[in-house]
């Protein structure tokens, strides 16, 4: 189903504000017909609104058109009116632009740029919903999948196919979706009137969840995962998508549910560096005071009313494009080059020839120490359930990331530390040899282990960990660390285990006492 096309001079586009009662097709001949229409959301979701203003563009040319040749400065400032009628959705103005940059080519030529803009959409969900749906089987274990989504993100919200729809469609295909919930999504119920709708169309067992039970859906475990779209997507990964979609990130981030983005590569908005640079649109104060013409509110009561809101990137698992997975990725070189300016390297200690990484600097530093342990929550988003804590240097900050990803922490400690029955492991570090004990009933079948340490030398000490937490029945899907001394190739000792290590330090050759390598 295409949610908006062309035909004879006109952009046809379907009035999503009169669904899901009556499939009513408007007929566009004019820009002012055309930001109407954006305004009132007859047409919405950021690719379709990408389309639409570069079909805005070619009506405006033909317009202005004087032989052949369209009035250059009219058509401009019409583009610059589309551009403005909804300013967060960063397609909108990119599709203008696109649009924009074949007039010197004759207005033909601009409906020839705004027809390959649709053309290539479906195209680009198919991909982007594809890499979706494979990377939600691979971070998730129950089949078949349950499935929270937020606003619509289908055909409706894009040219075609969709977006987060689009890979639950794709899911569906391979008969590996349970059902999906589907948020109300207020003031306006594009989730009620749209998802719901698009979804039944297609045969995908779907139920209505009030906004206001979603997190609760989230808690009691109904959810397998969160799968929404974007209206922009910043530099560091902030994402602003439709209001409510930030307190869903914090429920899946509280119960380590994946967190999924998906949306095409023009959502993604390289000059923008945080959300905080996203202008939110705020909306008109009788969306929310009024019902179906009947009002619900005080007469003169104030409203807050923002049509979007930005969910750090901290709290998403993944921004998926048609070009790939984005996960939280390498840390950013400032972050790096903070906690080594903060890290100092002790020669020769404990132990003749190391080169002791002492991270008391970093600690001393509340903001850094949180600033890292949000990276490392964020990069092991929906990959786990527990955090593990390796004695000493790994309490520190595993604790701040238990805290941050809002799951509970186990601590993994050395021999007569632990009172009760405990499992235990013994291992050889770079200098000593020691042992590890965790609280027997701590962890178990189902539980999917965060391992944390300090420093990644030659990984003797987070392979014991690894191997005490597999001797309690868990699982250990990602190690986290703020740095790797590489030459020591601890990394390559704990593979096919991911590490994850915000710095990575060159020091001096470490050994064992004795002289032996280690």
Not at 234 to 241: E, I, L, Q, S, Y
Not at 265 to 285: F, H, K, L
Not at 403 to 411: F, I, K, T, W
Not at 417 to 445: I, N, Q
């Amino acid at each position: 189903m295409r949610s908006l096309d062309w035909h004879d001079g006109r952009l046809l586009l379907i009035d999503q504000r009169k669904l899901p009662e009556h499939h009513h097709q408007l007929h566009i001949t004019t820009v002012d017909e055309l930001i109407d229409a954006i305004t009132s959301l007859a047409v919405r979701g950021a690719p379709a609104l990408g389309i639409a203003g570069a079909f805005g563009v070619a009506l405006s040319a033909f317009r202005h058109a004087d032989s052949g040749r369209p009035g250059a400065d009219a058509v401009r400032a019409d583009a610059d009116r589309i551009a403005r009628s909804r300013p967060t959705a960063v397609n909108l103005s990119r599709g203008v632009a696109r649009a924009l940059s074949a007039l010197d080519r004759g207005a033909d030529a601009v409906l020839a740029a705004a027809r390959a803009l649709l053309e290539e959409d479906e195209r680009i969900n198919r991909a982007a919903a594809r890499h979706a749906a494979d990377y939600l089987l691979e971070t998730t274990s129950r089949r078949p999948l349950r499935v929270l989504t937020h606003c619509n993100t289908g055909s409706l919200a894009t040219g075609a196919w969709g977006t987060a729809l689009g890979a639950i469609r794709d899911l569906h295909g391979r008969g590996l979706i349970d059902e999906v919930l589907a948020t109300e999504t207020r003031p306006l119920l594009q989730g009620a009137r749209l998802t719901v709708w698009e979804l039944q169309r297609d045969g995908i067992p779907v139920r209505l969840c009030p906004d206001g039970a979603a997190a609760s859906a989230v808690q009691n475990g109904a959810v397998d995962c969160v799968v929404v779209g974007a209206d922009r997507v910043t530099r560091n990964g902030d994402v602003a998508n439709k209001i409510g979609t930030y307190p869903l990130a914090l429920a899946a981030a509280r119960h380590g549910v994946p967190f999924v983005v998906v949306a095409p590569r023009s959502s993604v908005d390289e000059t923008t560096a945080t959300g905080a640079g996203i202008p939110i649109e705020q909306r008109s104060p009788d969306e929310v005071t009024s019902l179906a013409g009947t009002r619900t509110a005080p007469p003169g009561t104030s409203v807050y009313n923002p049509a979007f809101d930005v969910t750090p990137h901290a709290l998403v698992s993944a921004v998926v494009t048609e070009c790939g997975v984005r996960e939280p990725g390498a840390p950013a070189r400032e972050l790096a080059e903070l906690l080594g300016s903060r890290t100092a390297v002790v020669a020769d200690f404990p132990f003749l020839g190391v080169a002791f990484q002492d991270l008391a600097g970093v600690y001393r530093h509340p903001g850094l120490l949180r600033t890292a342990a949000r990276e490392i929550a964020g990069r092991a988003r929906g990959r786990c359930n527990v955090v593990v804590g390796v004695e000493a240097g790994g309490f520190v900050l595993a604790a701040v990331v238990a805290a941050e990803a809002g799951l509970p922490l186990v601590l993994a400690r050395k021999p007569g530390k632990t009172p009760g029955k405990t499992h235990s492991v013994s291992y050889r570090t770079a200098y000593s040899s020691d042992a590890l004990d965790v609280p027997a009933g701590a962890l178990g079948a189902g539980h999917r282990v965060l391992v944390v340490d300090d420093v990644l030398a030659t990984g003797g000490t987070l392979a014991a960990a690894r191997s005490v937490v597999e001797a309690c029945g868990a699982t250990v899907t990602r190690c986290a660390v703020l740095t790797e001394i590489a030459e020591l190739k601890g990394a390559a000792r704990l593979a096919p285990t991911p590490v994850d290590a915000l710095r990575t330090a060159t020091a001096a050759t470490h050994t064992v006492p004795g002289g032996e390598p280690s």
